[in-house]
């Protein structure tokens, strides 16, 4: 599976969107692009998936780029229980797959 | 919906005795569970895949003989740390693929279990 990398952290305001990035350039024609977030002390908690079309759900949304060698996660209003560590996942899809998790994005949210 | 349980979610033991920590999928089925381990400040690391009635896939580096995975059932793996010594401290998360959803390939997450060994 493609590596990732994000900035090791950010800090955002709440009530502001929060705009996560993450580079993929060696990502493959089938992987898809996964983000997790981890709260302190919890197991990982699904956010969204894409494969090159841009993706929103109640919790966020996901631009990917045209060559697909990068993608950001939006948080349109950011609030304090969204501080947490996020994680950017390249992978395929299939029985046989598995989640590799980096170092991801450390977000702080503030007041 | 999508609803992993973890237990427990905190257990301490005496080095050389074994826990047993479970993981359910409440409210779909899961052909597929995984376990991770976390220390302190890392990232989660994928120790093995449990498929259901069939041999748990370990990964590199991970004992099979010392985390025993057991996934008798379409809803339930559970993940057995035999004679624990103090380096096994650590947070252990389950997680589930739903079976109904598999070209979907998303992973639902237990909230962990932190494990102390004395």
């Known amino acids: 599976d493609a590596k990732t990398t994000q900035p090791t952290s950010m800090d955002c305001a709440e009530g502001r969107a929060a705009n996560l990035p993450c580079n993929h350039s060696?990502?493959?024609?089938?992987?898809?692009v996964y983000w997790y977030r981890q709260i302190h002390s919890q197991g990982p908690q699904y956010i969204i998936h894409g494969l090159k079309n841009n993706e929103t759900n109640e919790m966020a949304s996901l631009i990917i780029t045209e060559d697909r060698k990068s993608s950001t996660l939006i948080l349109p209003h950011a609030t304090l229980r969204d501080t947490a560590v996020y994680y950017c996942i390249v992978s395929h899809t299939g029985t046989a797959s598995k989640l590799t998790f980096g170092t991801g994005t450390r977000l702080q949210v503030t007041l | 919906g999508a609803v992993v349980s973890q237990h427990p979610s905190w257990v301490i033991c005496k080095s050389g005795t074994s826990v047993k920590i479970e993981c359910r999928s409440l409210d779909f089925q899961a052909t597929t569970m995984f376990w991770y381990r976390q220390f302190p400040k890392q990232s989660l690391m994928l120790m093995a895949t449990s498929n259901e009635g069939s041999k748990a896939t370990y990964e590199q580096g991970v004992e099979k003989d010392k985390f025993l995975i057991n996934h008798a059932s379409l809803t339930l793996s559970t993940l057995t740390v035999t004679s624990a010594h103090p380096e096994d401290s650590s947070f252990y998360i389950c997680?589930?693929?739903?079976?109904?959803?598999?070209?979907?390939?998303?992973?639902?997450f237990g909230a962990g279990t932190r494990l102390s060994v004395l």
């Open positions: 997680s589930a693929r739903d079976l109904q959803w598999l070209a979907k390939n998303i992973q639902y």
């Open positions: 060696t990502i493959s024609g089938n992987e898809y």
